[in-house]
């Protein structure tokens, strides 16, 4: 796909991303003015997300989103109030669109109304905001405002100040002159601190005073506590400030008649604090250009380490001084290359944001509740892997709660609790990043798919399979024990779809479950690129990285090890293998040091074996980059050029497996 294509994909995934971040702002209790910006920023997204469907000619999309701008639009004017149930609707609209934009990026064709599910519910609102018998009302006649200035207001500007008016806020007016050559900054700066004490409803054009140059502007300004002597204002900025509309004046019988069923509101006591959400700058950057820019980077480090080697090279004592610059160099190239990699990563929960309202609408829609958790969230991966994961991440979801959670009847019956539990966790796993989607459901029926296996001529027959290969049936191509595919967990997107996906990312999926007591999906995808830190140590001339959070306890004595030894260690019997039989190299007559490595985060149960080594060199923080000729080495999970040539980053998990095996070859030798 072309260059502006992608550039189109990827602002659309901001988008969602922002519209995503502004609706958990009104899931708890905000200030009025909190909830007119968030509710200001998702009309702009939507209506920008609308020219941009239209604009590529996907007029299904553009339709859906413009129905989506017509809720926010009735929120903006006040026709609609934000409850928890608006939210859920706004929250499975958003995701609809989302999950339409990306089967549009993958080539699939548009369905008539991506919001054909919310039908329903979205008509309600629709209906809910129309206006009341009479007609709408327009007490923008209260402002005091010249009758010029009155007609600049929008239609929008005057159905808030008759909404806030009649909800007894107060409008004030700061009149503010500001010099020619900055009016555009300071008024910016003005506005955003005025938007941190109540509704910026309007910015007017004003008449400057006969003794004054420059541009004036009337802000219109909702708050019962407007606090504008703290603004940060400049000398002579400000002209005036009044209360140009007190809502003490609505006369009773407009008040009575403006809400005859007044919509539940919640109002918390006490208030919490104001608080400002400023809108982000975006910077878009090619991909290619930040690629090119971490090559010149490298480029410029091979060079600092070829003075570097020179300089040892060099009789003499006289090189203190630039042996301490290189090494500064050396620091600021790494941090470079690391705010580099930051640009590339977006955090986890980002991903899990995109779940969350699937799932309670799925909840709904199938009468199962659940209790869905997260942990993981702050954990980072390449925005290209966010992209990919992403609907087969929901896939995966919906399986989980359409075949595998009970309904409550059946969970009563069962002595479990009508409530399911869905949980979703991340964690790093070295260069991998581990996914894992856990539910206390039924389970995998393993008889019945075993019968379909051999039916469709996967298995045969008469043999014996384990548990994990009957699991992995699942993920095969047309395999499914369901007679016909659902609206749910059916949606043109196969396990086997799911597999390819993420084994195109280089990853692993691995299915797993229990009669009655649940199932688990776990994936693994390798990252491309991360900032490890590392424990360096050497085998004979090659040296090695071990990421320090499998590395237990370092060790380095007098004492000659050997392979097959048995260490006492913090008074524990571990076994040792030197890492050179780990890698199938040629092993040491003798070693005098060791790292003892167990499963990261593991329990008092986890593999514990000492690794010998000839040298521990230190700790550090390397960049690591996953290296394709690396891809089926056991035990190497990337590389890093350093000073003296590439530093092997091991993989630990894989070096303890090796370990045990090299380890029961002597014993079995023996």
Same mark, same amino acid.
């Given at each position: ?264 509101? !919640? %109002? $918390? ?5 104001? =608080?400002?959400?400023? *809108?982000?700058?975006? +910077? #878009? &950057?090619? @991909?290619? /250009? ?114 595998? !959670? %009970? $309904? ?5 019956? =069962?002595?479990?609790? *009508?409530?399911?539990? +869905? #949980? &979703?966790? @991340?964690? /790093? ?131 000659? +090890? #050997? ?108």
């Amino acid at each position: 796909m072309d260059q502006p294509f992608n550039d189109v994909w990827s602002e659309c995934e901001d988008l969602f991303t922002q519209a995503r971040a502004t609706l958990g702002t009104l899931k708890t209790p905000q200030p009025a003015h909190v909830v007119q910006a968030s509710v200001n920023a998702l009309f702009r997204t939507t209506h920008t997300l609308k020219g941009m469907a239209g604009m590529l000619g996907f007029h299904s999309f553009s339709r859906a989103a413009h129905r989506m701008e017509d809720i926010f639009d009735l929120m903006r004017q006040g026709r609609l109030r934000s409850t928890d149930s608006l939210t859920d609707v706004l929250e499975a609209g958003i995701l609809a669109l989302e999950s339409g934009m990306e089967g549009l990026r993958r080539g699939r064709p548009e369905p008539d109304d991506y919001l054909l599910p919310l039908r329903r519910q979205l008509g309600e609102l629709e209906a809910l905001a129309r206006p009341t018998e009479g007609g709408s009302r327009d007490l923008t006649t209260m402002l005091d405002l010249p009758p010029e200035t009155l007609k600049a207001l929008s239609d929008y500007e005057r159905t808030r100040v008759t909404s806030l008016l009649l909800d007894s806020t107060p409008i004030h007016g700061l009149t503010v002159c500001l010099d020619y050559a900055t009016f555009d900054e300071r008024l910016r700066t003005l506005s955003e601190a005025v938007a941190m004490h109540g509704e910026l409803i309007s910015t007017l054009p004003a008449d400057p005073p006969e003794d004054r140059e420059g541009l004036c502007f009337l802000l219109l300004v909702a708050s019962a506590h407007p606090a504008f002597e703290e603004l940060p204002a400049l000398e002579g900025e400000v002209l005036g400030m009044a209360l140009v509309a007190d809502p003490a004046r609505v006369p009773d019988s407009l008040r009575a008649k403006a809400d005859p069923e007044p919509a539940p509101r !919640l %109002e $918390p006591e006490p208030q919490p604090p104001p =608080q400002h959400y400023p *809108e982000m700058e975006i +910077l #878009r &950057i090619p @991909a290619q /250009q930040v690629e090119v820019l971490e090559a010149r980077l490298m480029d410029v480090g091979q060079l600092r380490d070829a003075a570097s080697r020179w300089m040892r090279r060099t009789p003499g004592n006289l090189h203190d001084e630039p042996v301490g610059l290189l090494g500064g160099m050396q620091d600021g190239l790494l941090e470079v290359q690391k705010t580099l990699l930051q640009m590339r990563m977006v955090k986890v929960e980002s991903l899990f944001s995109r779940i969350e309202p699937m799932v309670k609408n799925l909840s709904r829609e199938l009468g199962k509740p659940v209790k869905l958790t997260f942990q993981g969230g702050e954990l980072e991966l390449e925005r290209s892997l966010l992209g990919r994961l992403g609907e087969p991440f929901l896939h995966l979801v919906r399986n989980a709660m359409d075949h595998g !959670l %009970e $309904p409550p009847s059946e969970r009563v019956a =069962q002595g479990k609790s *009508e409530t399911g539990a +869905l #949980r &979703i966790s @991340a964690s /790093q796993r070295g260069r991998n990043l581990r996914f894992d989607i856990r539910d206390d459901g039924r389970g995998f029926d393993l008889a019945r798919m075993e019968a379909r296996g051999i039916g469709l001529g996967l298995i045969k027959e008469g043999q014996h399979y384990t548990p994990e290969r009957i699991h992995r049936l699942a993920l095969e191509p047309g395999f499914s024990t369901q007679d016909q595919a659902n609206q749910i967990s059916g949606r043109g997107v196969g396990m086997d779809v799911v597999r390819a996906e993420v084994e195109g990312l280089g990853g692993e999926i691995h299915l797993s479950s229990e009669a009655k007591r649940g199932s688990l999906v776990r994936l693994a995808i390798p990252l491309s690129r991360a900032v490890l830190s590392c424990l360096r140590v050497r085998c004979d001339r090659q040296v090695f990285g071990i990421p320090l959070g499998n590395v237990h306890r370092v060790q380095a004595g007098r004492e000659i +090890l #050997r392979g097959g030894d048995q260490l006492e260690v913090l008074g524990k019997s571990l076994p040792l293998e030197s890492l050179q039989a780990c890698l199938g190299l040629p092993e040491p007559e003798a070693q005098r040091a060791f790292v003892v490595l167990t499963q990261q985060g593991g329990s008092a149960e986890s593999v514990e074996v000492a690794i010998g080594v000839d040298e521990v060199l230190g700790r550090g923080e390397v960049l690591l980059r996953s290296l394709p000729e690396l891809a089926r080495i056991p035990g190497i999970m990337g590389g890093s050029p350093q000073e003296e040539g590439i530093l092997w980053v091991l993989d630990p998990e894989a070096i303890l497996g090796l370990a045990m095996d090299s380890l029961m070859r002597r014993v079995a030798r023996v």
